[in-house]
């Protein structure tokens, strides 16, 4: 891998910086992100970036994202903390999410017309949203990299990465949409 990428790097293939915010080194081949920052330094998942303290509030709302896969609303996640922190408030948990994603400690799933939910896992996968309940969930597929070299190609765009999102009916819901039908 070291040998592959001097080469690169000497031969004039690709372009490289270091992250300040997150210590990762970027590759950039032919216009697009083409080797991940993780692959060439192991880091701890969720490590904090040294823009940002891990304070002990920080730290807990970390550790109850953490506990759960169900891509919690800041407001389901305070009601997890305050059983930890009963004096913190609610825009306390906002603003350090919102903290925490932006440095990369977390992930922020945003998608129209819905609300902001989070997740500890930050490696690259995609998620599959009830359209009746809300509900979001990992979905285990591999990640599509081939799309960010075919949007790099098509478009003028120097691409950081893609976002794909599935919509379908959870089991829950389809459970309740068949006993509504059967009466």
Not at 33 to 60: F, W
Request: hydrophobic share 40%; glycine share 4%.
């Amino acid at each position: 891998m070291h040998l592959i990428l001097l080469a690169l790097i000497e031969s004039g293939v690709c372009n490289f910086w270091l992250d300040i915010k997150t210590s990762n080194m970027v590759i950039f081949i032919k216009y697009y992100l083409s080797i991940p920052s993780s692959l060439l330094i192991k880091k701890r998942m969720n490590a904090p970036s040294p823009m940002i303290r891990l304070t002990t509030q920080r730290q807990i709302i970390l550790e109850e994202l953490s506990k759960v896969k169900t891509h919690p609303t800041a407001s389901e996640l305070y009601d997890m903390v305050r059983k930890r922190l009963p004096r913190i408030g609610l825009g306390t948990v906002y603003r350090n999410l919102e903290l925490m994603a932006e440095s990369g400690m977390i992930l922020k799933i945003e998608v129209g017309g819905t609300q902001k939910r989070f997740d500890a896992t930050t490696d690259e996968h995609y998620h599959i949203r009830c359209s009746t309940c809300g509900k979001v969930d990992d979905i285990d597929i591999p990640v599509i990299e081939e799309l960010v070299a075919q949007a790099a190609d098509a478009s003028s765009y120097l691409i950081l990465g893609h976002h794909i999102e599935f919509t379908g009916i959870c089991s829950f819901c389809q459970k309740q949409l068949r006993t509504k039908q059967a009466h």
